[in-house]
């Protein structure tokens, strides 16, 4: 218990150093900012205009992001989502994986650890694959920040695209790299 | 436009909402994990804005048009691609900086594969995904890169 909790606080005090030298380095931008602007006054209203508009955008979407973000990794286990994928199988396998992986449940190191249970507990590579390549580049949050940024057409097609590749990538892993010895991960079953 | 921010806001609502009748400690928790990554990823976003405020006055677009734009051609691509999959700045930050580029005189190619190579291909996590997962399964980051170009390839050509 004690060993948790130091490791606990450590970790809460690395982070927020990590949090303390983001705020530093913004605020060496910010003055980075006004002394190039004091240097050239002309270019004062361009670049202070074109900044607001970036930031009320942005700060009418954030807290919204974070609230779905924060749901979502606190109400979906990890039991939950090895639980589902391990067992799908069929055209059921990849769309899951997909889903599961675009829930907004973390960042992708948490993926990882997942992904080796789900290997452990039978799942197919190509399913792990588009998994690991959802959870990395389409989190549901994300496409909505993009939407709002990038406009409709340009959020589709890349995320039409995207999920297409993915799961192609993921076939296409499992017959390179695994298809001589398929037995790799359940070393179990060869004796 | 507009209509994003009332899909996410209404989202975020009706998520919250429904955690609220579901678990309201639960719920409670999610709304101090969601201050905090805001607090964590409020300074990243401040200094984007602060950048692309000071990048489009400064940068004049036919110095974008040349490095990323329709002169800068496959070795744009190629680059801007490598970039992405080198830095390790959240997705949701990239969305403005991309717009800001697209903006003033990039092209769709390079700003969608800036984009995909930075979630899809993680340079940085890359020790982990081998530890964890083995150096076979890995093959997708290399991968991914490839797709990350031939999928900005197709939205130039589409869009």
Known sequence: MNIQNTEKTRKQNSSQKKILRDYLIFGAALAAGFILLIIFPEKKEAAAATAWSYFSEMM???PAVMVIMGLFSVFISKEQVVKYLGKASGVKGPLLAIFFGALPTGP??????????????GARISNVVVFISAWACIK?????????????????TRLLLTIFFVILMGLLIEQLAFQKNKNRFTPDKEK | MKSAVILINALAVVCLVFAFFKDREKTRRSIIVAARSFLRILPLVLMIIVMVGLFSSFIPPDKIKTFIGAQAGWSGILAIAALGAVLHIPALVSYPLAAALLQSGATIAPVAAFITTLTMVGI??????????????????????????????IMGMVL
């Open chain 1, 60 to 62: 009418v979407i954030l």
């Open chain 1, 108 to 121: 992708l190191y948490i993926a990882f650890p997942l992904a080796s249970a789900l290997i452990k507990k």
């Open chain 1, 140 to 156: 549901i949050p994300q496409e909505l920040v993009e939407l709002q940024f990038l406009g409709f057409k340009f959020m589709g």
């Open chain 2, 124 to 153: 940085i996590t890359l020790p982990l995904e081998i530890k964890e997962l083995g150096i076979k399964l890995t093959l997708r980051n290399s991968l991914s890169f490839i797709l990350a170009v031939i999928i900005a390839l």
